[in-house]
Antibody
Framework: QVHLQESGPGLVKPSETLSLTCTVS????????WNWIRQPPGEGLEWIGY???????NYNPSLQSRVTISADTSKNQFSLKLRSVTAADTAVYYC??????????????????WGQGTTVTVSS | IVLTQSPATLSLSPGERATLSCRAS??????LAWYQQKPGQAPRLLIN???NRATGIPARFSGSGSGTDFTLTISSLEPEDFAVYYC????????FGQGTRLEIK
């Protein structure tokens, strides 16, 4: 069974860079789309971006100037860097797996596997 | 693409039928999924491809719609169904709806 686990500092100072890693178990990251999603306290879900196994990335336009997502296939991990953080970046950060719709039927599988989430607080 | 969920809050009793709506600002075809989230937990995939139950999801959950209008129906509410529900589209980038909170009346 595929398992995703987020890791990284729980506290980041304003103006610094938030760095998180998602470790994928029982599957290879050399497949699928690997996403980061966040959820501020008491609010809804916000897609941050993804890295495709081909190396292509796409980011939420509202965050694009501050975000980088990368992958380390040797460690079966992918990572998030969010620069110049403020208190508004305080959230639970999730990693999740997605895939292309089926080439023949167009069937969309959804983000079907999620990590448990990690809380990041931005504060001095 | 903006996803608008309604109602924001739905108050029902166990055994009742729940109908949740998700409307897209432009067509997303069938590239829509529904999620359930309980406090302190990650979202759980319920419905993919707009109308298909994900693995292990009870038959009381059903989805319908295509294009811009989608519905999640829970035919007879169980106590464990009271949670927040989100829709997600991946037709253009990804966006989530703002959520519907299903609470016990």
């Amino acid at each position: 069974q595929v398992h995703l686990q987020e890791s990284g500092p729980g506290l980041v100072k304003p103006s610094e860079t938030l760095s998180l890693t998602c470790t994928v178990s029982n599957d290879s990251i050399s497949d699928y789309y690997w996403n980061w999603i966040r959820q501020p306290p008491g609010e809804g879900l916000e897609w941050i971006g993804y890295i495709h196994y081909s190396g292509n990335t796409n980011y939420n336009p509202s965050l694009q100037s501050r975000v980088t997502i990368s992958a380390d296939t040797s460690k079966n991990q992918f990572s998030l860097k969010l620069r110049s953080v403020t208190a508004a970046d305080t959230a639970v950060y999730y990693c999740a797996r997605d895939r292309d719709p089926d080439a023949w039927t167009g069937y969309y599988y959804g983000m079907d596997v999620w990590g448990q989430g990690t809380t990041v607080t931005v504060s001095s | 693409i903006v996803l608008t969920q309604s109602p924001a809050t739905l108050s029902l009793s166990p055994g009742e039928r729940a109908t949740l709506s998700c409307r897209a600002s432009q067509s997303v075809s069938r590239y829509l999924a529904w999620y359930q989230q309980k406090p302190g937990q990650a979202p759980r995939l319920l419905i993919n491809d707009a109308s298909n139950r994900a693995t292990g999801i009870p038959a009381r959950f059903s989805g319908s719609g295509s294009g811009t209008d989608f519905t999640l129906t829970i035919s007879s509410l169980e106590p464990e169904d009271f949670a927040v529900y989100y829709c997600l589209q991946r037709s253009t980038w990804y966006t989530f709806g703002q959520g519907t909170r299903l609470e016990i009346k």
